[in-house]
């Protein structure tokens, strides 16, 4: 397996989840830099989470115009697999691979907390390692993780399985929603199961030392299924 | 030289010279200084730059120890942590900006202190901050508050450093003059680190980062006839951090290190373009020629004097090797920052601005660094303070056990460090909320403890006490996680100087912290210094913030506070003697200051420090909190709540027992089969231990007193801070 | 009546925003950009008709909450001057 990470100017996770990654293939990932216009051959490739262009303008917007985003979109049209984490989801909404926007914190502070999460839907190439149903305690770290869509949009993913991650409460059911998004919402997929876009830190919960390895899961689901 | 009109005393007067200090700059210059001159002696003759209160006594602070590879006088301090890895760390204020713009001058205050810090080498690795803010009630206090912390993690956050600690304090002796102190910690190699001294006559000093523009030039010195352009709306000295252009600096400084192509680099803080090539040429004994028209401006129509004053942010300075430029420009442009030649390394010991060919200044380096004024001010001893009058309990001490930990003194700060991203690197070990928090060192099984502290209420009644106590219980914080400490950064806050009552404040400060620096060997290795804090007479409490850092063998051995098991039994160690002068107690139910601080004894202290580490390393104990404000049953009642798992307590009902502080002294959890061991092992080596307690249950109970169940005590303690940020 | 009311920094104040948003349209081939600032707009609906007293009353506002005027100016529009 051969996994990318783009590296845009403010990344900050793009280190984080090479390590994490390269744990779970036991083998190097490649760093890929924004400005360049092609990419060598990959199985998956990672936006990070960070800053991206400081998030100013809005989160996402100038990333998802850099050179590299072209080839991006065009891999995921192909059917490559695509894991936009953070600010990597917002730079997927923002290049249009997936629907939707993310919006302000509904407390309207930058909230940084260990959260429940609740698999929706085992039976993609993300997500396989998980239970379905299985809640995953995973830190959360965003200023903009407001998941939002118009309700046809927002039907859409009901419908077709493609809600991938719901925040939940510690037992799995009482609401533990830390930024208002919308279904408890936390991430998604295109209707492909392809890409996959999420807002907390799956790289920040893959080693015993972080306090736990629920996020390891999801990288070991991507090695298995595009070993 | 350009022909400017004679510098006027008022000129002298604004620019916070004195005419003593006046006297000296015609001396050294042989000549009546031109105004852009007037205005770089200004800077460096500044408090700020030149410690001239407080480098008489600072000298007096021990700051070597065979790990010490770079002391103070550098951008920052430097420590070797073994396995060929330093630390280099450093704390600062950005007290007055942030008083002014709370979200900008905390958010600013984060980007110097990083750039100090990665000057050097360094990659950051951890953030922390002491922020003092004046009483709750204080109308200005709740704006002050959400706008530092939203600076201070605006700015953090987005660098991606994570900020994995801090201490939020509320006294109404700040409610004129709030402390913003950040601290960073980086890590390097430790045979990489780089230096501020310029050497190579000819070489190219090159200026990099972003354009300079006039922020940050100082009110005052604005108004004067010279730059009086009557068009031109007020201009600002307020500087606006950009952690955008400070993130892509980091990666642009570290790519370039990478290279050989450094041979000094110095950041541009206070005082900027000034400060910094005046540093480097005098640490390097030669002298240094800028061009000022090259210097990358933002503003069109800048004067030399503005752009060798500018304040602007997310700057370096740098001198190269001859012919690297290119590669180094490379790196830059690549990053998209501004990177520009902008003057030579010369052997005339002078430091020579040129606008457009025309000399603007000439200024002899040596003089301009040596001659500086140092002052011995005078300074009366803080007097003793009264002894302790009698304390009756006001009410039982779970009542009052309930009351201090949902205050402003005691409760949760969990609204504030939920703000900061602490786990940003995934290296972040321990998070916020402990004595201490660890991160690893990336790609090893070792860590790095780092805590803040003081107690500036210890330090108003006694000074040399109060210093003394801030070292040592950044030790203990150290100790109580399983960390070896290794070194301190100190940022000392103050009143005016010029008041012999503040300054022996300052003097009793600096001696107590001596003493607990060369009794725990725990050297001084940086530190910034913050004087003349002080609104209509009113001066803070004294504040000699202390940030410490300590190494961990192997992560697997460290401790929490955190209980883990139930039927554990909770040991004491160190001695109660029941100090309560000057405690959480009496100030927060008794609304009394009175009594002397807890007697700081430092033999003691690293005594009892020692074998609790000891216990830790040795993979007994895992579980442990160092006592501190609010004593004993303020501290179990942590370790319950952390843990969630209750505690059954025993002891005498005396009110110093229990929320007594006295110093070096900690809880430990243990598993019954530990436990003789322990007490053992403790009666060997003369340190005082009792069982106190017992683990399990969803409640605290302690003695006769009515049980407070853990979720409701918990309740109150995080509700304080959240619902008073939310009233209005 | 109908108030806008722009937010900028003011002149000199470094407006980081506006300096990233001009890097990525250079970035992206638009040429002959100078420098760009980003502000804000915030619009208000006023029960007040008199366009003195509602001028009076935005000002206010402004100087108490919309604008720290510390680092930023402001400009009032009213939609029937």
Redesign the interface.
Known sequence: MKASVIVFPGSNCDRDIQVALANSMGGPVEMVWHGQTEMAQTDLIVLPGGFSYGDYLRCGAMSARSPIMREVVARAQQGVAVLGICNGFQILLEAGLLPGALLLNAGRNFVCRDINIRVENSQTQFTSRYEQGQILRIPVAHHDGQYFADPDTLAELQAGDRIAFRYCGSAGDESANPNGSIDDIAGIFNDRRTVLGLMPHPERAADPLHGGTDGRGLLDSLVSALS | MRNEPNITPAQVAEHGLSEAEYQTILNVLGREPNLTELGIFSVMWSEHCSYKSSKFWLKTLPTEAPWVICGPGENAGVVDIGDGKAAIFKMESHNHPSFIEPYQGAATGVGGILRDVFTMGARPIANMNALRFGAPEDAKTRHLVAGVVAGVGGYGNCVGVPTVGGEVNFDAAYNGNILVNAMTVGLADADKIFYSAAAGIGNPVVYVGSKTGRDGIHGATMASAEFDDATEEKRPTVQVGDPFTEKLLIEACLELMGTDAIVAIQDMGAAGLTCSSVEMADKGGVGLDLDIDKVPQRETGMTPYEVMLSESQERMLMVLRPGSEDAAKAIFDKWQLDFAVVGRVTDTGRFIGRNNGAVVFDIPVRPLVDESPEYERPWVKTSAPAPLAAVTAPMDHMAALQIMLAGPDLSSRRWVWEQYDNSVMADTVRKPGGDAAIVRIHGSNRGLAITTDCTPRYCLADPHQGGAQAVAEVWRNLTAVGARPLAITDCLNFGNPERPETMGQLVGCIQGMGEACIALDFPVVSGNVSLYNETHGQAILPTPAIGGIGVLDDLEKHADLALRRTDDQIILIGETKGHLGQTIYLRQLLQRQDGPPPPVELAVERHNGDFVRGLIAAGTVDTCHDLSDGGLLVAAAEMAMAGDIGLDLNGPDDPGFWFGEDQGRYLLSVPATLVDAILQQAEKRQVPAQIIGRTGGETLTLNTCEPISLSRLRRSHEAWLPDYMNSN | MKARVHVS?????????G???G??LK??GFAGIGEVR?GKLIELELAESDANKARKAVEAMCEKLLA?T??E?YAIELDNE
């Open positions: 920094y003011k002149t000199g104040v470094l407006d980081p925003q300096k990233a948003i890097l990525t970035n992206l980003q720290n510390v680092i100016n």
